[in-house]
């Protein structure tokens, strides 16, 4: 790895891990549904504009088709969707913290699920991760932390893990922001309906609001996206995603810095030993580069590694 992948990575790492932070904000005055139905449809608009404007096609191939339905449906509609409603509920702190937590149960599904036999690293990172997430949701249900709320963000992070399974390298072969846009269509379609059924609270139009609107979509979808594309693309994929063990602190420090979010003694030890189990998960996949074989699949626009 190079500085200037190492520079990439660090940068979405830091942008990945804000969005939570700024989706607080916006849930804080407005309802969290029509909020993220309307971000994935400005979203998915610019992003199909851009991608036609590179030469990009309508033209997807059937695994294609079935990676944008899917993703659209799982990461954007129920991941995303219920992030945002549970962080009505838990603080962004917490979000981010149960959301860096996906590259973890994805390797535990690719093992119980698909057979993959994880190298012994792997297994030590595994019940290293997950020991430091229950031993953060423990301390904060003990502290008053509402119970809902993990539980929504539990079932987001599940069904992006489901999903990321069941496309896998299904987003290779071109076109990959005209896919990235489409998604971001069929995600704000699956959510404007509960969103038009939902009871829709008082709408403060604030600039608070607006600027946390407008960096959700910029900065920590469309760019974040972008960048990490590139940075698949430059290093492969699991390379990168080594960088997802930066995500837990990241997220945690950028809530404390901008919410003012109390940063607990549990939580501190906890993030570490998750980001010590992530890291050593990633570093398990790595290969010799002389059995490199081939540029690695494409990742989901959230950074779900597929292999």
């Given at each position: 790895m190079d500085l200037r992948s190492i520079v990439m990575g660090l940068a979405f790492a830091l942008m990945w891990s804000s969005a939570f932070?700024?989706?607080?904000?916006?849930?804080?005055?407005?309802?969290?549904?029509?909020?993220?139905?309307v971000r994935f449809l400005v979203a998915g608009l610019i992003a199909v504009a851009i991608a036609r404007a590179r030469g990009q096609n309508w033209r997807l191939s059937r695994p294609q088709l079935r990676a944008t339905i899917i993703f659209g449906l799982c990461q954007n509609a129920l991941y995303l969707g219920l992030f945002f409603v549970a962080m009505q509920r838990i603080e962004a702190s917490l979000a981010s913290i149960l959301a860096s937590s996906m590259p973890l149960v994805v390797a535990l599904a690719a093992w119980a699920v698909f057979g993959e036999r994880p190298r012994p690293?792997?297994?030590?990172?595994?019940?290293?991760?997950i020991g430091g997430v229950i031993l953060i949701m423990g301390s904060r249900l003990g502290g008053g932390a509402d119970p809902a709320g993990i539980g929504y963000c539990v079932i987001g992070v599940l069904a992006l893990a489901a999903a990321t399974l069941s496309v896998r390298g299904a987003t290779s072969g071109g076109n990959v922001l005209m896919i990235v846009g489409l998604q971001m269509l069929v995600g704000a379609a699956a959510l404007a309906v509960?969103?038009?059924?939902?009871?829709?609270?008082p709408l403060h139009l604030t600039p608070r609001l607006v600027a946390a609107f407008l960096y959700t979509v910029f900065v920590a979808g469309l760019a974040a996206t972008f960048l990490w594309f590139v940075l698949v693309n430059r290093i492969g994929a699991t390379r990168a995603?080594?960088?997802?063990?930066?995500?837990?602190?990241?997220?945690?420090?950028?809530?404390?810095?901008?919410?003012g979010e109390p940063v607990h003694p549990t939580d501190m030890v906890g993030v570490a030993i998750i980001a010590a189990g992530i890291l050593a998960v990633q570093l398990s996949k790595q290969r010799p580069a002389a059995q490199a074989a081939g540029p690695a699949p494409v990742l989901s626009s959230r950074g779900v590694p597929r292999s």
């Open positions: 932070t700024s989706a607080r904000i916006i849930v804080a005055e407005t309802s969290p549904l029509a909020a993220s139905a690293l792997a297994v030590a990172g595994l019940a290293a991760g509960p969103a038009l059924i939902a009871p829709f609270p995603a080594t960088f997802h063990f930066l995500n837990p602190a990241f997220g945690v420090a950028i809530a404390w810095a901008v919410l």
